[in-house]
């Protein structure tokens, strides 16, 4: 039986990765808050502030995997300093996001990566953690950067916002979904990844991606899943900037559309993460999943990407 500590564990994606720990028969403690929610069953929770002095007191022993979820580089730093003498292993999640240049389609581990300069920037203060963590554990550590995570549970409420609209039906605002590709990793596939690269006690960086498709191909699907009978009025780019329509994620967005120069973003090559065993799910079972759990919710809950009915609705009444 292995030890594992999850630094996180109560919120999504840790929560998916301590459970399938939890199934192997580890031995699993989650290290949290405990804001998030609970730790799953028959994972032991310690409540912490990792911002906090003293944040690892608690913990004893060495520890078979360690599993790195935050992106603070402080939290992270302090984490290292703490535990990486007693962990054999260490996985970092971190995020495709540390690439300088999303234009390049099929780019692949070697790529360039963002400097560390402004640490309010996400994948800038991915590339810290990062750097942090291999000073310290060398070849004991496991990079993995996911691309756009779908599935249950996303708190960005990004991926599931076109199979809700589309079940919703009706007339819907796309962008032009010519030449535009979709790149997802599914919840349930990343977090398998990550049980099994510290199973391996993989000594790697690897971008976690699924195949990427057509953004066509990507409504096609979606449509057919949520049975959709309406139009989809496609919207260029210009025409949606000046409508105060913003990319990607957040109010008033239309998720998954990025800009023109951004073509790479969604085109990673994932030859790394299946030569180190990851695996991915067809997307239509992704959008079918999304789907069961946004109708749990309520397909006209408030979000928080995405556009409201209301933006929406004045918006096609302005394309015409």
Same mark, same amino acid.
């Given at each position: 039986? #292995? ?36 730790? /799953? ?19 004893? *022993? ?8 935050? =992106? +603070? ?5 302090? @984490? ?24 390049? %389609?099929? +780019? ?7 400097? /560390?300069?402004?640490?309010?920037? =996400? ?28 599935? /249950?549970?996303?708190?960005?409420? #990004?991926? *599931? =916002? ?12 796309? %962008?032009?979904?010519?030449? #535009? ?6 919840? @349930? ?69 990025? %800009? @023109?120069?951004?073509? *790479? ?12 065993? *990851? ?22 809950? #408030? ?18």
């Amino acid at each position: 039986m #292995r030890r594992v500590l999850v630094l996180g564990g109560t919120a999504w994606l840790g929560g998916e990765i301590a459970s399938l720990l939890v199934a192997a028969g580890d031995q699993v403690t989650c290290l949290a808050r405990g804001r998030s929610g609970a730790a /799953p069953d028959g994972a032991r929770l310690v409540r912490a502030d990792r911002e906090r002095q003293g944040a690892y007191d608690t913990l004893d *022993g060495d520890w078979d995997e360690v599993i790195e979820l935050a =992106y +603070a580089p402080d939290v992270v730093a302090s @984490a290292v300093a703490a535990l990486s003498h007693r962990a054999s292993h260490w996985t970092l999640i971190s995020t495709v996001s540390v690439s300088a240049d999303n234009n390049q %389609p099929d +780019a692949d581990e070697s790529a360039a990566v963002v400097e /560390p300069e402004d640490l309010a920037d =996400y994948g800038q203060a991915k590339v810290a953690a990062e750097r942090t963590t291999a000073a310290a554990l060398g070849e004991r550590l496991l990079i993995i950067r996911p691309g756009l995570i779908a599935g /249950p549970g996303d708190p960005s409420d #990004r991926f *599931g =916002y076109w199979p809700m609209r589309l079940a919703r039906g009706g007339d819907v605002l796309a %962008p032009v979904a010519e030449q #535009r590709r979709v790149q997802v990793i599914d919840v @349930a596939d990343l977090a398998a990844f990550a049980v099994h690269g510290g199973g391996q006690r993989l000594s790697a960086v690897v971008n976690a991606v699924g195949p990427s498709v057509a953004m066509a191909e990507f409504f096609a699907q979606a449509e057919a899943v949520a049975a959709f009978s309406g139009r989809r009025v496609e919207a260029d780019d210009d025409w949606l900037l000046a409508h105060d329509v913003r990319y990607w994620m957040g109010p008033r967005s239309l998720p998954l559309w990025l %800009p @023109a120069t951004a073509v *790479g973003f969604a085109q990673r090559s994932n030859a790394a993460y299946r030569a180190a065993g *990851g695996t991915f799910r067809p997307m239509t079972e992704t959008i079918e999943r999304a789907l069961a759990h946004e109708r749990t919710l309520g397909l006209h809950r #408030r979000r928080r990407s995405g556009l409201t009915a209301d933006e929406e609705a004045e918006l096609l009444s302005a394309r015409g």
